[in-house]
């Protein structure tokens, strides 16, 4: 059950991966380098604080653990071939900020365990902004296949977690991607309303 697990959730984040960066590389999306850079900061403390809790290794954590990958090889591609013109936001400078001084409490403290919660706090919160996005959007601009796979593979993930930090992590990233998966499913419907009642008009007239 353990290797399925880390077979498939490392599998699912490489389709992932590659999906979007070749979507970034036709310019046919346009992901903020900003938040990504923020992403991989963020997931490489929490990889960090989880390791470091009880020795666990990379495969204990392997959603941690290819997220990491996933992440920085996003940040990296956006840097070389996407949009770089967006600019670190006030919001996304205050999540900066609150990793900084979470690592700074954890080189200080060494309190591995509260570190790490605290780091999925700020994830949860990066959140934010795409959720205010699709709540007042008219039309989906997200894809539904790169979601769907998103929440997948921390379900598959706890089948080989380890400790409960592992766990943490996992729903967050379940409970995280279900709620804009939800909010995607919604915009669409809407649109659709929108479109089909759009037709009803010009037809009566």
């Known amino acids: 059950m353990k290797e399925f697990s880390i077979i498939s959730v490392s599998l699912i984040n490489i389709i992932i991966g ?5 979507l970034t590389y036709k310019g046919k999306i346009k992901p903020a380098l900003a938040m990504w850079a923020f992403f991989s900061i963020a997931v490489a403390m929490s990889l960090t604080t989880y390791m470091a809790n009880d020795n666990f290794s990379l495969w204990d954590n392997i959603l941690n653990s290819t997220d990491l990958i996933l992440v920085t090889t996003v940040t990296v591609v956006i840097y070389f071939f996407g949009d770089k013109s967006s ?4 919001f996304d400078k205050a999540c900066l900020i609150a990793v900084a001084i979470i690592s700074l409490f954890w080189i200080v403290t060494k309190t591995h365990f509260l570190t790490h919660l605290m780091i999925q706090s700020v994830l949860v919160i990066a959140y934010f ?8 959007s008219k039309e989906n601009t997200e894809p539904f296949s790169v979601w769907i796979l998103l929440m997948i593979a921390p379900i598959f ?5 380890k ?3 592992a766990t943490v992590y996992s729903v967050r990233a379940i409970v995280s991607t ?14 659709r309303k929108i479109k089909t009642e759009s037709k009803k008009s010009e037809i009566t007239v």
């Open 129 to 136: 902004p795409v959720i205010r996005r699709l709540w007042q």
């Open 163 to 165: 400790g409960i930090l």
């Open 18 to 22: 590659v999906r979007y960066c070749v």
């Open 87 to 90: 600019k670190f936001t006030s």
């Open 157 to 161: 993930a706890l089948l080989s977690s």
């Open 178 to 191: 279900l709620i804009l998966l939800i909010l995607m499913l919604r915009v669409e419907l809407n649109y």
